[in-house]
C-alpha cells in the first residue's frame, strides 16, 4: 500500500502555526524541495482550499473568463505556483489549446487534442498533470510518449522549467544511450518519464524491477507521426503494461485513421478539442513557393539566405546525404549552417541543435527528424529546399516558425519535376501560394561561386567518406587477425 503522502487539513494547520520545520518537511517527503517558504505556500494552498466549503446544491464546473477578456492561467483553475512558473517562462497568456485543454484535464478528463505545430501543446499536458502530481504526490506518476529524441529532451526540460519550484524529477529514455545508464535513473523513480516507444519496451523486457503499474497520468504526443513511424506494436507493448485506472491525453497535428484506431483503443469516453481545420498552418505564417530550375537550386537558395541575412533559417531536404553536402556548401560560402539527420549520433545532433538555438550557427539544414515538435525560438524563416514526399509533412516543416502567436516566412522550391507534389500541397492546405520574387539575372551573378563551393564541398564529402572506410577496414582487419592466428598450422621440422 502507498505511503499517504498529506496529512490532515488540521495538522497542516498545526503545522504551520507551530513553524516547526522538521514536521513540515515530512508533509510532502516526495518532492525533495529544501526552499521551505515553498513548502509553506504549497500547504497553504491546500489549507485554503479546504476551508472553502462548496455548496452541495450547486452541480461542479470548470472555470469561466469573459469571452471579452484574456484569459489567464489563473482563470483556467491552475494553482498560483504554475501560474508562477507560467510567468518565469514569459507564458504571458494561455494558448488557445490549453484555454480549452486544461479545464477539462482539471476536472480528470481524458482528451484529444488536434492542434497545430507550436500552439503551446506541452504546456496544454504538463500543467494538469503537475497540478495533479502536488495533490497527490508519487514517483513514476506520469509517461509522455514521443516520435523522437530531440522532442523528449526538449519536453522534459519544458517540464522540469514548470515544475523547478517543487523539483520534479523527470527522466529521458530515449535510444542512442547506455541501457544501464537509464535503468540506474529508473531505479531512482522519477516522477515523470518521457520517452520513445522503442526504448521503453527495451526497459519493459529487459530493465529488472522496472514498472509503472503505479502509473496516473500517460500522453502521446504527436501521435500522428508515433504511428507512421512503426511504432505501433511498441504503443500495443506498452498499453498492456500500464494500469487502465489513468488518465490519457493524446495530441496530434493531424487527426488520421491510425490515431482514430489508437483513440478508441486507449482513451475513456475522451475529450476531443479542436482549435484548428484538419489540416492547416498558423495565420501569422506567410507562405510562398519559388518556382526554380532544377540545376540551379544551390544557386536559388544561396541568393535567397543573402537576401535574408542575419535571420536565423531552418532548411529542409529529403536525403541526410544532401544535407550534409549542402551545410560544407554553404560554409565554403561564407555562411555557417550546422547539419542535423538520422545518421548523427545522438551526441552531435544535441550539439547541433544548441548551436542553433543559442544563435552561434544561423543556419540549420535537416531532415524531417527535425520536422515535428522541436521549439526552437525565433526560427524567422523555412526553407523547403526538397518539397516533401508525403504533403502532411510539409504541415509539420513550415510550423518550425510562427509559433506560439510569433510571425514567420515558408519558401518551398518548386522545380520541374515536383510540380505533381506541389499541387498535392495546396489541395491540402486549401490556398494558392503566391510566388516569391526575386530578379533571375542577380541570382545568376552568384552561379560562378556557388560552383566553385559546390566543387570544394563534394572534395571534403569525398575524403570524408574515404577516412570512415579506411577505419572501417582496419578495424575489420585486426578482428579477424586473431583468429587466422590461431588456426595457422605449424611447420614440422
Known sequence: ?????????????????????????????????????????????????????????????????????????????????????????????????????????????????????????????????????????????????????????????????LGAAISIKCAVIVGGVDMMTQALVLAKKPHIVIATPGRLVDHFENTKGFNMKALKYLVMDEADRILNMDFTDDIDKILQALPRDRKTYLYSATMTKKVAKLQRASLKNPVRLEVSTKYTTVDKLQQFYLFIPARFKDVYLTFALNEQSGKSCIIFCNTCSNTQRIALMLRNLGISAIPLHGQLSQEKRLGSLNKFRSKSNSVLLATDVASRGLDIPHVDIVINFDIPMRSKDYIHRVGRTARAGRSGKSITFVTQYDVELYQRIEHLIGKKLPLFKVEEEEVMLLTERVSEAQRLAKLELSESFNKKRKHKDDEEAEAYSGPKTKFKKKKKH
Request: charged share 30%.
Open 1 to 161: 500500500m502507498r505511503e499517504k503522502l498529506w496529512m490532515s487539513d488540521s495538522k497542516i494547520r498545526n503545522c504551520l502555526r507551530s513553524g516547526n520545520e522538521k514536521k513540515i518537511k515530512k508533509l510532502i517527503p516526495v518532492f525533495e524541495v529544501t526552499s521551505l517558504p515553498n513548502f509553506r505556500n504549497l500547504l497553504s494552498q491546500k489549507m485554503e482550499k479546504a476551508e472553502a466549503k462548496p455548496d452541495p446544491g450547486k452541480k461542479e464546473s470548470g472555470p469561466k473568463c469573459d469571452e471579452n477578456e484574456q484569459a489567464t492561467f489563473s482563470s483556467l483553475g491552475v494553482v498560483d505556483v504554475l501560474c508562477e512558473a507560467c510567468e518565469l517562462l514569459k507564458w504571458k497568456h494561455p494558448t488557445k489549446i490549453q484555454k480549452e485543454a486544461i479545464p477539462v484535464a482539471l476536472k480528470g478528463k481524458d482528451v484529444i487534442g488536434l492542434a497545430e505545430t507550436g500552439s503551446g501543446k506541452t504546456g496544454a499536458f504538463a500543467i494538469p498533470i503537475l497540478q495533479a502530481l502536488l495533490e497527490n504526490p508519487q514517483r513514476l506518476f506520469g509517461l509522455v510518449l514521443t516520435p523522437t529524441r530531440e522532442l523528449a529532451f526538449q519536453i522534459s526540460e519544458q517540464i522540469e522549467a
